[in-house]
C-alpha cells in the first residue's frame, strides 16, 4: 500500500468474498472504509459479499446494513421450496430483504458501479453479472449447489459464484479498478476441491495493487447463523488493522452498538444441519450495556 492514498484513488475497487453466515463481517468493513473517508467506486461481491455489496453499491448506509444483518437469519434470503427440483431452498425471501435494504434497482442505476459473481455451470465458468435485477443478480450469486435452486437468468443456468471465484478481485479489475480492497472471508476450497482457483487468486492477493481484510473468524462455520454482532465486531477489527495509517474523519454514531470482545466459538460446529436454523439474536435493549 505504500504510495497509494486509497482515500484519493480514482477507481478503487471493493471485492467481497463469499462465506455463507460470516458475511456479516462485510458489514464491518464497510464501517470502517466509511469511517475512514475511503470510498470505493467498483464494487463486486460473491454469494455473502454480493448481499453486502449490492446493498452497499445500491446506496444504504453501512450503519443500518450492520443493524439489518445483527437480526438476520437464512429466512431473509431462502425458503423452502414446495416443488421438485435440484436444491432445498429457493431464493423467494431475498426479494423482500433487499426492499427492506433499499430497493430492487437496475444494477445500471445504482449509484456505485457493481457486479455479482456467478457460475455457468453449463460452461463452468465464472459470470460478472453488471446489469439487470439487483434481486436477480444477488440470487444467482448465492445458490449454492444442492441447497438453492439453480438460477435461469437470460437463458444461463447459475449457481453459486464461489464455486470457481468465491474472492473475486481478479473481476474487480476486470472492471476498470487500479487498485483493489480485498475482504476475504473463506478460502477458495472450501467450494472446489482443487488449487487452480486457490492459486489464481493468490497471484492476486499478493500484488501491490491489492490491499487485503482478512477477518479472524477461526473456527466459526459458514452454516451457522450464530452471533452475527461478534462477526460484525470481527470484520471491524481486521478493517481496522489492515487500514490503520487513515485516520477516522466519519467518527461512528454514538448510538451504534459497541461490541467489546467476539466471544469464542465451539470447533465442533453442527454443519450443514445448522443452515436450516432460522435463528437471529435480539437486538440489544436500549439500556442495556454494550
Known amino acids: 500500500m505504500a504510495g497509494v492514498d486509497l482515500r484519493y484513488e480514482p477507481h478503487l475497487g471493493l471485492a467481497l468474498g463469499g462465506g455463507g453466515a460470516l458475511g456479516a463481517a462485510h458489514a464491518g468493513v464497510l464501517e470502517v472504509l466509511h469511517e475512514r473517508g475511503i470510498v470505493p467506486t467498483i464494487v463486486v461481491g460473491t454469494s455473502a459479499g454480493a448481499i453486502a455489496g449490492g446493498a452497499y453499491a445500491n446506496g444504504r448506509d453501512p450503519y443500518e446494513i450492520s443493524a439489518l444483518v445483527m437480526q438476520a437469519s437464512w429466512g431473509d434470503f431462502g425458503t423452502f421450496s414446495m416443488t421438485p427440483g435440484i436444491g432445498l431452498l429457493d431464493t423467494a425471501g431475498l426479494r423482500d430483504t433487499v426492499e427492506r ?71 474487480a479489475f476486470t472492471m476498470g479498478a487500479s487498485h483493489v480492497i480485498g475482504v476475504r472471508l473463506a478460502p477458495e476450497w472450501d467450494f472446489l476441491p482443487t488449487m487452480r482457483s486457490a492459486l489464481r487468486v493468490h497471484e492476486y492477493e499478493i500484488r501491490d495493487d491489492v490491499t487485503m481484510i482478512k477477518p479472524r473468524l477461526r473456527h466459526r462455520s459458514q452454516w451457522v447463523v450464530k452471533d452475527l454482532p461478534g462477526l460484525v465486531q470481527l470484520g471491524r477489527e481486521a478493517a481496522e488493522l489492515a487500514l490503520a495509517d487513515y485516520p477516522v474523519i466519519n467518527p461512528r454514531p454514538e448510538t451504534h452498538p459497541v461490541r467489546q470482545e467476539a466471544p469464542e466459538v465451539p470447533e465442533r460446529q453442527r454443519g450443514v444441519a445448522a443452515f436450516f436454523q432460522r435463528r437471529s439474536l435480539p437486538s440489544p435493549a436500549p439500556d442495556s450495556p454494550q
Open 101 to 171: 435494504i433499499g430497493k430492487d434497482s437496475l444494477i445500471e442505476d445504482l449509484p456505485i458501479r457493481f457486479a455479482a459473481v456467478a457460475t455457468d455451470i453449463a460452461n463452468e465458468e465464472s459470470v460478472l453479472i453488471d446489469h439487470g435485477s439487483l434481486v436477480e443478480a444477488i440470487s444467482a450469486s448465492i445458490a449454492v449447489p444442492g441447497l438453492f435452486r439453480p438460477k435461469q437468468l437470460e437463458g444461463r443456468t447459475f449457481v453459486d459464484g464461489g464455486v470457481l471465484e468465491n474472492l473475486p478481485l481478479e473481476a
